[in-house]
Nanobody, 117 residues
């Protein structure tokens, strides 16, 4: 079993920045997609961004141009750089790693991001 641990969340004013990190407890099969999802109170979990092992990225329209996802394959790390934060970005952010064809799928415990107006 792989454990994912997120860090870097916190309270920030609107317009500010935060960088989230996701660390895996052990090596993961290198061909995978890493992603960040978020869930606000009373809402469903939604995709924020994903990046494949080949470096192909995908972003939710609401974060395009403001967030950047990246990964370090050697360190089994994933990152989410968030800039120009808005109050509507407030949510619990979850790290996810999934294998080819979703044959396996791991989630972190989440980290709270709160953006004040």
């Amino acid at each position: 079993q792989v454990q994912l641990v997120e860090s870097g969340g916190g309270l920030v004013q609107a317009g500010g920045s935060l960088r989230l990190s996701c660390a895996a407890s052990r090596s993961i099969f290198s061909i995978n997609t890493k992603g960040w999802y978020r869930q606000a109170p009373g809402k469903q979990r939604e995709l924020v961004a994903t990046v494949t092992s080949g470096g192909i990225t995908n972003y939710a329209d609401s974060v395009k141009g403001r967030f950047t996802i990246s990964r370090d394959n050697a360190k089994n790390m994933a990152y989410l750089q968030m800039s120009s934060l808005k109050p509507e970005d407030t949510a619990v952010y979850y790290c996810n790693v999934r294998g080819p064809g979703n044959t396996w799928n791991y989630w972190g415990q989440g980290t709270q991001v709160t953006v004040s107006s």
